[in-house]
């Protein structure tokens, strides 16, 4: 017994004595000790607070504190000796002038072990950009800044913090792995072109969970390459909805499997939960493993959509079908209001028929006047539960 006490103890020496050395190598870098001052630009002093902290071993913080700060962009590159954080409990102001930069205002880079957090509030200060936009009439449009651009991270933790007002995206993940964003707002007006909440490309095992979204377009946009990717518990509206894509609108993208969207709330919006692709796809392509599951939507115009002629403001091939193959999808207990008379409309593209479509308890009931009907084309779905608006009979590519 008394052997079995002293390696007890022994081993509870050893564990405090190995947090205490941790806890000695962590250091703060507040940014405020690289020559930052309220009201101020900071980039320099971030860049240098970054570089000493990427460079040091331990679990280190980047900090921003409390106060108003302007920042130019940045990059902030790893890999690094250890975990960082970066906490940002002030409010950081992008310059207003839409040209300063192009791609991204803020850029994590090649980090694992990284976290975002500190309530504070990331300002893109886009009302220059919109105004300025012509994605509308021109297809090969420039983009201006995301807020905030995560590159290839690994093991990352994104919660806790604002992004308003982006001048193009608010937040992309690209290359990234085991990717967690949670209890974030991001704001934009309903008529802010382009300022997609979350766009996912080419990232795996990503989860998204009670998160408060109101742009001017997707509140979230998932793109080729995006693998595991679970939403839960987001409010998305205003906005142009939770879609999957659009996809095929490059050559070679990579295939979308395993997108689960579950107990999500949509309201005051053009869609609520859709997969878009374009006609006449440079390449073949597919989507797969699709679920959408406990939704609530009010004042949505088109609530459940598969569009695979997606040609917005007319600018493609539209008589051209689709080559994105999309099967395995389920629409599962969606209820709320629709104002528009489609509500419901599943509309596959005639060179590779959807495949596996399943709709279960689907209840949207239509506030405007006119003959209320779901669409299918190009599909043959399956139905179980209750059906509002009547379930429509599919049909097979002539």
Not at 270 to 293: D, Q, Y
Request: charged content about 15%.
């Amino acid at each position: 017994m008394a052997v079995n006490i002293n390696l007890a103890l022994m081993s509870l020496v050893f564990l405090v004595a190995f947090n205490a050395i941790d806890h000695a190598q962590a250091a703060v870098f507040d940014v405020t000790t690289h020559g930052a001052k309220p009201g101020g630009d900071i980039t320099a002093a971030l860049t240098s607070a970054w570089k000493d902290a990427c460079a040091a071993s331990g679990k280190n913080q980047v900090v921003v504190p409390k106060g108003t700060f302007k920042l130019g962009e940045v990059s902030l590159e790893g890999p690094c000796k250890g975990p960082i954080e970066f906490q940002n409990h002030g409010t950081v102001q992008a310059p207003a002038d839409p040209g300063k930069f192009k791609d991204f205002w803020i850029q994590i880079i090649h980090v694992d072990g990284f976290t975002l957090s500190g309530g504070g509030t990331f300002d893109g200060q886009g009302q220059l950009a919109w105004k300025s936009n012509n994605c509308a009439n021109d297809a090969n449009c420039g983009v201006f800044a995301a807020n905030l651009k995560f590159s290839f991270l690994t093991n990352a933790v994104v919660k806790d913090i604002t992004s308003l007002n982006s001048k193009y995206f608010h937040i992309i993940l690209l290359g990234c792995k085991h990717m967690q964003l949670e209890q974030l707002t991001i704001t934009a007006p309903a008529d802010s072109a382009n300022t997609d909440g979350i766009h996912i490309g080419r990232s795996s095992l990503i989860t998204i969970s009670d998160i408060k979204i109101g742009t001017g377009d997707d509140c979230i946009s998932i793109g080729d390459g995006s693998q595991g990717v679970t939403i839960t518990k987001v409010t998305c509206g205003p906005g142009h909805g939770i879609s999957i894509g659009s996809l095929g609108k490059y050559k070679d993208e990579e295939p979308v499997t395993g997108i689960t969207v579950t107990d999500c709330t949509i309201t005051d919006a053009t869609n609520g939960v859709r997969i878009k692709t374009w006609p006449a796809s440079p390449s073949p392509g597919t989507a797969t493993g699709l679920h959408f599951e406990n939704i609530d939507m009010t004042n949505v115009e088109n609530c459940l959509l598969i569009d695979q002629g997606y040609c917005p403001h007319g600018i493609c091939k539209a008589q051209i079908p689709s080559t994105i193959k999309i099967s395995d999808v389920s629409f599962k207990n969606i209820r709320g209001t629709s104002t528009s008379v489609e509500a419901v409309k599943i509309s596959c593209s005639k060179s590779v028929p959807c495949e596996k479509v399943h709709l279960e308890n689907i209840d949207i009931k239509f506030t405007g006047s006119g003959e209320y009907k779901a669409i299918c084309e190009n599909v043959k779905p399956t139905f179980a539960g209750t059906q509002n608006p009547p379930a429509c009979t599919g049909s097979s590519a002539e």
